[in-house]
């Protein structure tokens, strides 16, 4: 069973910067799209973005677009979310998720395979 964990949340004020991270300790996740998603308070859990296994391929979400990059790094089984300029909306629960399918960039919400506990991102003055 693929375990991920997801760290790098916390409080940052409006137009910073953070960035999350998504492992998963002794295991690899060469064979695996990587997805990143989020859920805000009160509302249903969304998409931000998705990278294929060999990073070759990404998609954003249109509210994250030109913000946020998506990258990993095979060797040491992480996956980043770079997010920038980040505003109050983007408050919410940060999870990351992993899809057993090769040369993909599409993550569905309802069909990765395994999933993170999540990691709180507060954009707030």
């Known amino acids: 069973h693929l375990h991920l964990a997801e760290s790098g949340g916390g409080l940052v004020q409006p137009g910073g910067s953070l960035r999350l991270s998504c492992a998963a300790p002794?295991?690899?996740?060469?064979?695996?799209?990587i997805g990143w998603f989020r859920q805000a308070p009160g509302k249903e859990r969304e998409g931000v973005s998705c990278?294929?296994?060999?990073?070759?391929?990404?998609n954003y979400a249109d509210s994250v677009k030109g913000r946020f990059t998506i990258s990993r790094d095979n060797a040491n089984n992480t996956v980043y979310l770079q997010m920038n300029r980040l505003k109050p909306e983007d408050t919410a629960v940060y999870y990351c998720?992993?899809?057993?399918?090769?040369?993909?960039?599409?993550?569905?919400?309802?069909?990765?395979?395994?999933w993170g506990k999540g990691t709180l991102v507060t954009v707030s003055s």
């Open positions: 998720a992993a899809l057993g399918s090769i040369a993909t960039a599409v993550c569905p919400l309802n069909g990765m395979d395994y």
């Open positions: 990278i294929s296994n060999s990073g070759g391929s990404t």
């Open positions: 002794g295991f690899s996740l060469y064979y695996y799209a």
